[in-house]
């Protein structure tokens, strides 16, 4: 059997943001060719990051495959600018990819194509039988979600959502932009479902307060034990729109429903006490504690809307567990959009960071792509426990989506997730999307289970 590598031909729901990237296929003995990750792309090159710290989006054409000299694989492409045409910036180089096994990928980046001595390059290699089960275990193209394991929504208008199992009941958090995203807002039930059923019991516990600069954008609330104490991490906007990061504790055998029972939101700052970016906006942040070190991560941006717009981009530091509401390290940066996937509709996304922690790895889920669109996509990241979180190079970033459109019937857009387990150790992912394939439609939740292969690496899109 042949693997077939090649570009897709971008149409009015896939653009050349997704289409100029290495996609793949089987072609088997009569002559039928079956796409692989349902025909998105595999592999993406990384755009440009120019002198202004602007990104300038790349994209991939005519790519070949070969084996090398010890017999794993190379994948290399012509390098071209955002909408297809030459990049002039790279002549007589080649993008290169290297793996062992064709599921994972090593981004060598740009290489003298002169400096490639091997013949046999082609848009297609013959593999083993060995070779081909490994491709099909990773990217056989699934059936697509058809049904969620619940209903698609369970409630219109709320994003980035999250659930908290605690003290036998579950609570829901989430933004709420049938509220314009103002206000924060708490249901609890003894049920998962009852969180969304009719007439189901919501509290208001922290509202819009002028004299506190509590004015907008009551933005990707996410329940936290830090230190044993329960906190909502959340960004909240001041009257001149600027979201910044901020926490908010529970008070001692304080009720979760209860408003009252809320300490104020304190701002997140860096460790000499300074504001966390006083050039720009932070928001999306998140906490995990794994092999005796805590991290906080969140996204931030600077010059958004404007020429010199960075994109959202996830940064990372230490955590101090008795004060986490000022950093213990630096802030290092993690990742920024620089895939097109990532990079797409007009909006430059790295946001949304969310640990899911296994015995092995700390996975750290994010979103990319148009927040409000069908294109929002999560990506992944993970490290070793143990590993050093703050060194960028110790973590795996996945090249493709784990969740996009192209993964579930009916739900388009699935992006800014988080993770809960449940009271009988089912692990599940929430996260928002929407109904339609429009460019900018009505959010809604929804969520599916998680489930782990037999080397424990989570799957995302199937049920």
Known sequence: MELIIYTREPKDDYTESLANSVHFALLNETGILEPLNNNYG????????????????????????????????????????????????????????????????????????????????????????????????????????????????????????????????????????????????????????????????????????????????????????????????????????????????????????????????????????????????????????AGGKSCLAWSYRRGINSPLDTGSMIFIAEADDENPTQLASAPVLLTRPLYGWENIQGTINNEGPYPLITDKYVYLSYSGGAANGYTYAVGMLRIPIGGDYLNRKAWKKYNTPVLSYYSSNGVYGPGHNSFFTDYDGTVYMMYHGEEKLVKSGERCSAMHRVHFDEDGEPIFDMV
């Open 42 to 289: 595999i592999l993406f090159t990384e755009a440009v990051v120019d002198e202004n710290d602007v990104i300038q989006e790349k994209g991939i054409k005519n790519p070949l495959i070969f084996r090398t000299e010890d017999k794993s694989f190379g994948i290399i492409a012509t390098r071209v600018n955002k909408d297809g045409t030459e990049d002039n910036s790279c002549e007589g180089f080649v993008q290169l990819w290297q793996s062992n096994d064709l599921i994972e990928f090593d981004d060598m980046g740009l290489v003298r194509l002169s400096d490639l001595q091997n013949p046999a390059q082609s848009n297609k290699i013959n593999l083993t039988p060995s070779e081909i089960n490994k491709v099909l275990k990773r990217w056989a193209s699934k059936e697509r979600l058809a049904q969620p394991e619940f209903p698609f929504p369970l409630t219109h208008g709320y994003a980035d959502p999250v659930i908290l199992p605690w003290k036998d009941k579950y609570y829901f958090l989430s933004t709420n932009d049938n509220t314009n995203d103002v206000g924060l807002y708490v249901r609890e039930s003894e049920t998962i479902m009852g969180l969304f059923e009719p007439g189901f019991y919501e509290v208001l516990i922290l509202d819009k307060d002028e004299e506190k600069g509590f004015i907008q954008t009551f933005w990707a609330p996410e329940f936290h034990f830090i230190g044993g104490k329960l906190y909502i991490l959340l960004a909240i906007g001041p009257k001149e729109w600027g979201p910044q990061c901020h926490m908010m504790k529970l008070k001692e055998n304080g009720d979760i429903m209860n408003p009252t029972d809320w300490e104020t939101p304190v701002k997140v700052v860096r460790k000499d006490g300074s504001p966390l970016a006083p050039d720009g906006i932070t928001l999306d942040m998140t906490y995990f504690c």
